[in-house]
């Protein structure tokens, strides 16, 4: 978990007293990738015209999708239908 005074200085514009800690580790992350980005591929999305975009959107729903049943199939080996089930999952 982020705190405020330890986020990526790119975010700290979204940070006031009653920021969603949550919302705040998301937008980092997003920084810290697109840096990824821009580091593996010479360019930022924004100016990116080249990519077939629809097609990379769809393999990583896809993508997405399979990590989600891997989970539910590893919870379900450990005896768990639900998240919920899971140990000290509710806080």
Not at 20 to 37: A, C
Not at 39 to 52: C, M
Request: proline share 2%; charged share 30%.
């Amino acid at each position: 978990m982020i705190y405020n005074n330890d986020i990526d200085p790119n975010v700290k514009m979204w940070e006031n007293q009653d920021s969603d800690q949550i919302v705040l580790e998301v937008i980092e992350k997003y920084s810290q990738r697109s840096d990824v980005g821009i580091s593996k591929y010479g360019t930022t999305l924004e100016q990116n015209n080249t990519d077939d975009f629809i097609n990379h959107a769809l393999e990583e729903a896809m993508d997405f999708t399979l990590y989600l049943m891997k989970i539910k199939q590893i919870l379900k080996a450990k005896g768990y239908e639900r998240i919920e089930d899971v140990p000290d999952f509710k806080q």
